[in-house]
């Protein structure tokens, strides 16, 4: 089953995330797909980590900036027979860039491969897969082409795996709300 977990920055999107696991099953992967590219990113994640340390919870880190989709297919079928492994990953929208910033000068049909992939590998999971990804339509139109094309191929890939998803949360405020339950179908 897979979970969305969406919301602005610093909205308590991923401390959400962290609790549904903890309250869903008893460890947990975290597959992390920051890299730490200067003092700041690098405090932010050490914070994070301390914090999970702190929870008491069993989490088992993992780092994984690029190839996400292989690593849940992975894991997926490395579990066939037993109960695959509940696994969050925080977040989608750090992946997408770095493989916009990785295939930036790259057919565009690429950037695609890399989505569909994605969307294969968390349709196929066989345990629970939390997944946190940002909210970034909400603000202004981005100033350089790279930033539109980010917010653009952000949001396409969050409307894709909402769809996939059992259960999508947003979060604001440190609030959550399940939308999927309150969606209006036409």
């Known amino acids: 089953m897979s979970v969305l977990v969406t919301g602005g ?21 975290y597959v992390a ?5 200067d003092d700041e990113m690098r405090e932010r994640i050490g914070l994070h980590q301390n914090q999970r340390e702190a929870s008491g919870y069993l989490w088992h880190t993992l780092e994984e900036p690029l190839a996400l989709p292989a690593l849940i297919t992975r894991m997926g079928e490395d579990h066939t027979g037993t109960s695959a492994p509940t696994i969050l990953v925080d977040c989608l929208t750090l992946w997408l860039t770095n493989v916009l910033l990785a295939h930036e000068h790259e057919d565009e049909q690429i950037l695609q491969n890399h989505m569909d992939a994605l969307v294969e590998a968390i349709k196929s999971y066989p ?25 653009d191929l952000a949001g396409i890939l ?9 259960e999508v949360f947003l979060v604001t405020v440190g609030i959550a709300i399940e939308l999927k339950s309150k969606e209006y179908r036409l």
């Open 9 to 29: 920055a610093r909205s308590g999107k991923s401390s959400f995330a962290e609790r549904l696991c903890m309250q869903r099953s008893s460890e947990a992967w």
């Open 33 to 37: 797909t920051a890299q730490a590219y």
């Open 127 to 151: 345990g629970l897969l939390v997944l946190v990804t940002n909210e970034v339509g909400d603000g202004i139109v981005p100033e350089y082409a790279l930033g539109r094309k980010y917010r």
């Open 158 to 166: 969050n409307q894709r795996i909402a769809v996939i998803c059992r």
